[in-house]
């Protein structure tokens, strides 16, 4: 008897919105979470070529947490393309002035390359605050234990 494997067509996906609270949360081990939600991994129905995944809300980004002295030896960097435009920033910084980014940049390597995953990444909204605009999309706390 031969199995029958669903794959999912993008016009049937359910979507549905979480909120994510950072406050205290390591960096790494949430963006990983938060990879699996926007890709869909987390769901029965996931297929690797299609964008079954889910809206993820992030607040208080700049509460998030780094382990050991990552704050200081942790680096961003920025390349211009011109001589000498190499941006160098640490993670303090980046905590600091650029809260948003920091998350950004993070779930971006988590998440598939190429045209899918830009579109992946577009389901992901970051703030700094506790403040956001998407009520109106009902969204679901996601309480995220490490």
Not at 69 to 91: I, P, Q
Not at 98 to 109: A, D, F, K, M, Q
């Amino acid at each position: 008897m031969q199995r029958q494997t669903t794959i999912a067509k993008a016009n049937e996906i359910q979507r549905k919105w979480y909120i994510i609270d950072a406050t205290d949360l390591p960096l790494g081990r949430m963006a990983s979470e938060i990879a699996k939600i926007l890709t869909g991994r987390n769901k029965p129905i996931y297929t690797p070529h299609v964008d079954c995944g889910d809206y993820v809300i992030v607040i208080n980004a700049e509460k998030v947490s780094l382990s050991g002295d990552k704050l200081n030896n942790k680096k961003y960097y920025n390349v211009s393309g011109y001589n000498g435009g190499l941006r160098t920033r640490t993670a303090k910084e980046m905590i600091e002035k650029y809260p948003t980014e920091l998350i950004e940049r993070s779930v971006h390597g988590m998440v598939p390359k190429g045209r899918l995953g830009r579109q992946i990444e577009k389901k992901l909204f970051v703030y700094k605050g506790s403040v956001q605009p998407h009520e109106a999309q009902k969204p679901e706390k996601l309480e995220l234990k490490f």
